[in-house]
């Protein structure tokens, strides 16, 4: 086979967020052009019928084959057949699937939406804007690499990318939020429907303070049926790589409610 054969992998067809509509744009101009070019493409929803049409429109059969649904397992034996995988997501917050088929040692060609741009180094892919001219561009580029031999080695990218979502790791980056979050300034209620007012515009802005007031308003209601002495305090801690330090004292109105209860 060439070396190009199945060099693109997608694995869902669902909604209009799949982006499905831009790969039916790329197939045929990329197709025309590059002759050792073949599509490897997997999922299934209503969208696949687009991609049945431009295949049977410009009789692409033997070079673009639409897999249907795939089981979680046989995900991998798509991904490695393939040397560029191409991710077209309108809207995204994260993407695993990027994250497999780097794993896979596949470069990675991607929209640059949503929290697309911070899953994995510049090094490992190619970010485009949602368009077909800018994804065609990105693909090109890649398929330049792949001829050229630019790449780095499959087992090179995974080694590299299974360091990057190790247990330890997210749990580092979850402690740096909840740190960075506790850090920032909480701002009195009115300033708080201010911003709301002045960013939603004149209608949704107020109808966004009444469901904020609403909602503060509920807050007060669960603090006045559970106040905060009967929540549990979590203990404090300074890492994963650090043994606990700190705990919280006891409280003992709460013992004593406790004990009570015990006897009951």
Same mark, same amino acid.
């Given at each position: ?24 744009? !790329?197939?045929?101009?990329?197709? %025309? ?7 490897? $493409? ?8 687009? @991609? ?6 410009? %009789?692409?059969?033997? /070079? ?11 995900? /991998?034996?798509?991904?490695? %057949?393939?040397?560029? &995988? ?6 995204? *917050? &994260? ?47 890649? !398929? ?6 630019? @790449?780095?080695?499959?087992?090179? !990218? ?9 247990? /330890? ?12 979050? +506790? ?13 709301? !007012? ?16 609403? +909602? ?13 002495? &009967? $929540?549990?305090?979590? $203990? #404090? *801690?300074?890492?994963? /790589?650090? *043994? ?6 006891? #409280? ?5 409610? #406790?004990?009570?209860? %015990?006897?009951?």
């Amino acid at each position: 086979p060439d070396v190009l054969q199945s060099d693109l992998c997608k694995k869902k067809i669902r909604d209009g967020c799949a982006g499905t509509d831009l790969l039916s744009g !790329i197939i045929p101009e990329l197709c %025309q052009k590059y002759q050792e070019l073949h599509f490897l $493409i997997g999922g299934e929803g209503p969208k696949r019928i687009i @991609l049945e049409e431009v295949r049977e429109r410009y %009789q692409l059969h033997d /070079r673009v084959q639409l897999l249907g649904a795939l089981e979680h397992k046989d995900v /991998r034996n798509v991904l490695v %057949q393939g040397h560029i &995988f191409l991710n077209t997501s309108l809207t995204e *917050a &994260f993407c695993m699937a990027i994250v497999e088929a780097a794993s896979c040692g596949l470069q990675v060609v991607s929209t640059k939406v949503g929290g697309i741009p911070e899953v994995l180094p510049e090094s490992l892919i190619i970010l485009c804007e949602p368009s077909v001219k800018s994804l065609c561009d990105g693909l090109e580029k890649a !398929i330049f690499q792949v001829k050229s031999g630019t @790449l780095p080695a499959p087992e090179n !990218i995974h080694n590299v990318v299974k360091t990057f979502y190790t247990w /330890r790791n997210v749990a580092e980056r979850t402690e740096k939020v909840y740190e960075r979050v +506790s850090k920032e300034t909480v701002l009195p209620m009115h300033k708080r429907l201010d911003r709301l !007012i002045s960013h939603c515009g004149p209608v949704t802005g107020y109808m966004f303070a009444l469901l904020a007031v609403l +909602s503060y308003l509920f807050l007060i209601f669960l603090q006045w049926m559970t106040p905060d002495s &009967f $929540i549990d305090v979590a $203990i #404090d *801690a300074t890492g994963p /790589r650090r *043994a606990w330090t700190h705990q919280w004292p006891r #409280d003992k109105k709460r013992d004593e409610n #406790d004990k009570i209860s %015990q006897s009951r």
